[in-house]
């Protein structure tokens, strides 16, 4: 992980599922996604992972935190980007002997809290779950642009035939992994950043056995805030394919 932020973190009560949330400027969406992650799946424990956010963030939760001993909070020192944080978290996480499963979602209310009891119920017989884009009937995306469907369709279809990877949503961030597939160790090898981060999880995954399905979603554009996306990030999905299709391991 490189060199290590000056941190604390804060678990509530005995987690079993746990749902990773990353955040970056996302005070006005966190409190709300808070609530519906609990409207829909109330036994599910929350750790939330912000990069310290200038917006007030971290103060949002902590006050969360008060009232409701099942959120918790790791603080990292600085932007570090999306795959830092989750690795960080899955770092912490993995310590502990009472986790079932990890879920991993945005912040903004891309990724519907609806679909989680279908996703915790889906993990009984399978290792990863993955909220899919791009599995057919009843899956897609609202509120983008035609040049950024056709580019992210464009993105997977490329990584999947450069890679082999099975997988069709391979950018997918609403993602379940079973603890007994959450090793460290290896997924601290994962050299990229970013949303190829989540390219690079996948392929993981998929090279140790994993027993992976994948579920219909509708991915909503941001509820509140500014998108992320960027040149960079298109760039990246571009290289990260073959990175890990000619990295030896």
């Excluded at 009472?98 to 399978?126: C, G, Q, R, V, W």
């Amino acid at each position: 992980m490189g060199k290590a932020s000056r941190v604390y973190y804060i678990f509530g009560t005995t987690m079993k599922n746990v749902i990773i949330v990353p955040t970056y400027n996302e005070r006005e969406n966190i409190k709300p996604l808070i609530e519906d992650i609990f409207k829909h799946v109330p036994e599910v424990d929350i750790f939330v992972v912000d990069d310290n956010s200038p917006d007030g963030t971290a103060l949002m939760v902590r006050e969360i935190m008060n009232t409701n001993k099942k959120v918790s909070l790791l603080l990292r020192n600085r932007k570090e980007g999306l795959g830092k944080a989750y690795l960080h978290a899955f770092t912490e996480l993995e310590k502990r002997n009472d986790i079932e499963a990890i879920i991993t979602m945005d912040a903004d209310f891309s990724h519907s809290p609806a679909y989680l009891p279908k996703m915790l119920e889906l993990a009984k017989n399978h290792d990863v779950v993955i909220g899919s884009r791009y599995i057919g009937r009843g899956s897609g995306t609202e509120g983008w642009e035609f040049w950024r469907r056709l580019l992210s369709r464009l993105g997977n279809l490329y990584c999947r035939f450069v890679t082999g990877n099975p997988v069709h949503d391979t950018t997918a961030g609403f993602i379940l992994i079973s603890k007994k597939m959450l090793n460290v160790e290896q997924i601290n090898k994962i050299e990229l950043s970013g949303y190829a981060f989540h390219m690079e999880l996948k392929y993981m995954l998929w090279k140790n056995g994993a027993n992976i399905v994948e579920m219909p979603i509708i991915f909503r554009n941001r509820h509140e805030g500014k998108s992320k996306m960027s040149n960079h990030i298109i760039a990246e999905g571009l290289l990260a394919p073959w990175k890990m299709r000619l990295r030896k391991k």
